[in-house]
């Protein structure tokens, strides 16, 4: 059945059945949940810079962007604002390419400005140790 609304419910591991309704929000950096169109997929949402990011509002969650099932049969397309689903339009198959490009160029930015830095501090740290 299409839900209207998720739980938030921090665990450390994320159970090997998952209850419809219920977003798993795994202290590993994730929320998982069943899908909320009724299918019974299972949505993984990494957490992070270039991911999904996870906002507390007292007893409600918002995970922002917009979920995309696009690799599942459903290609569900819906927010979780404040507990609530609010469904969005369905993607063509030229829509889902373009955003699902978007998407890697986002983390591919992320990750290459991280590594950058990285090496940034070890030179600079390398000149300061060795007066170069």
């Not at 969005?88 to 030229?94: D, Q, T, V």
């Not at 890697?104 to 992320?110: D, F, G, M, R, T």
């Not at 390398?126 to 007066?131: A, L, M, Q, V, Y």
Request: overall charge positive.
């Amino acid at each position: 059945m299409k839900q209207n609304s998720i739980t938030p419910r921090y665990v450390k591991a994320v159970p090997s059945s998952l209850e419809n309704g219920i977003l798993y929000i795994s202290s590993y950096g994730s929320a998982i949940h069943s899908c909320c169109c009724g299918c019974g997929s299972e949505v993984v949402t990494p957490l992070g810079p270039a991911q999904w990011h996870l906002t507390r509002e007292e007893d409600t969650v918002t995970l922002r962007p917009s979920i995309g099932s696009w690799n599942l049969p459903c290609q569900s397309h819906y927010l979780i604002t404040r507990n609530k689903i609010e469904w969005a339009a369905k993607f063509s198959p030229k829509q889902i390419a373009a955003n699902q490009r978007t998407d890697n160029a986002a983390k591919h930015a992320h990750y290459n400005a991280s590594k950058a830095g990285f090496w940034k501090k070890l030179w600079n740290k390398f000149k300061k140790i060795f007066g170069a």
